[in-house]
């Protein structure tokens, strides 16, 4: 099993550019999360999806656009990208227990962004 | 939402000493608490996990205990050899989203 995969591993844009950060995972997880990490702040949530077909913002998502058409696809959208969105992206994915609890996020290796 | 805050930014023992970093959230509703290491370079990985049902957590050198009613928790690494050197992040969840610290960079001096 690949686990978690991200498309593109680096990417540079200029500003007013956008781009497509692709997240693909094959243990049929239900969640789905994308982060972005800067240096000194952690991992701060954009948007994440419980399931195919759904959303929700996270902590920091202006600016981005996300969509699940597929369960095991999550695809994190910069429409006019802008140097503060210069960072490290991941992509994270979890499996939901019976009881709705949380589980172990795997992460995927990683997008790094760079905005001129 | 949920804020978890953590401590310290920085730590540095000798080798073989114990290392203690500390979380606190403010969502009542938080029930799971991760604790992730993420190696220069590489992707955050799971190293032990907490629910709220639970006090505390032991797996080898890595323990994590959790007070609920103050609403904190913390990661206890006893016995730290280099290879612990990493930067180590909390992170608290309801059965929503997930919310990480700002992270500790540890460092185990041989």
């Known amino acids: 099993n690949a686990g978690v995969t991200q498309t593109p591993k680096f990417r540079v844009l200029k500003t007013g550019q956008s781009m497509t950060l692709l997240c693909a995972q094959d243990?049929?997880?239900?969640?789905m999360y994308w982060y972005r990490q800067d240096p000194g702040m952690g991992l701060r949530l954009i948007h994440y999806?419980?399931?195919?077909?759904?959303?929700a913002k996270g902590e920091v998502p202006d600016g981005y656009n996300v969509s699940r058409l597929k369960k095991q696809n999550f695809l994190l959208g910069l429409e006019s990208a802008a140097p503060s969105q210069t960072s490290v992206y991941f992509c994270?994915?979890?499996?939901?227990?019976?009881?709705?609890?949380?589980?172990?996020?795997?992460f995927g290796p990683g997008t790094r962004l760079t905005v001129l | 939402g949920e804020n978890v805050e953590q401590h310290p930014s920085t730590l540095s023992v000798q080798e073989g000493d114990s290392a203690v970093i500390k979380c606190t959230y403010s969502?009542?509703?938080?029930?799971?608490f991760p604790w992730y290491k993420q190696e220069l370079g590489k992707r955050p990985q799971l190293i032990i996990d907490i629910r709220s049902n639970v006090g505390e957590k032991k797996d080898q050198r890595i323990a994590v205990t959790l007070n609920k009613t103050a609403k904190h928790f913390s990661l206890h690494i006893t016995e730290t050899q280099p290879e612990d050197s990493a930067v180590y992040f909390c992170?608290?969840?309801?059965?929503?989203?997930?919310?990480f610290g700002a992270g500790t960079r540890l460092t185990v001096k041989p």
């Open positions: 992170a608290a969840s309801n059965n929503n989203d997930m919310r």
């Open positions: 243990m049929n997880h239900e969640y």
């Open positions: 994270a994915s979890s499996f939901r227990s019976a009881r709705g609890e949380k589980n172990e996020q795997f």
């Open positions: 969502d009542s509703a938080s029930n799971y």
């Open positions: 999806s419980v399931g195919e077909g759904t959303t």
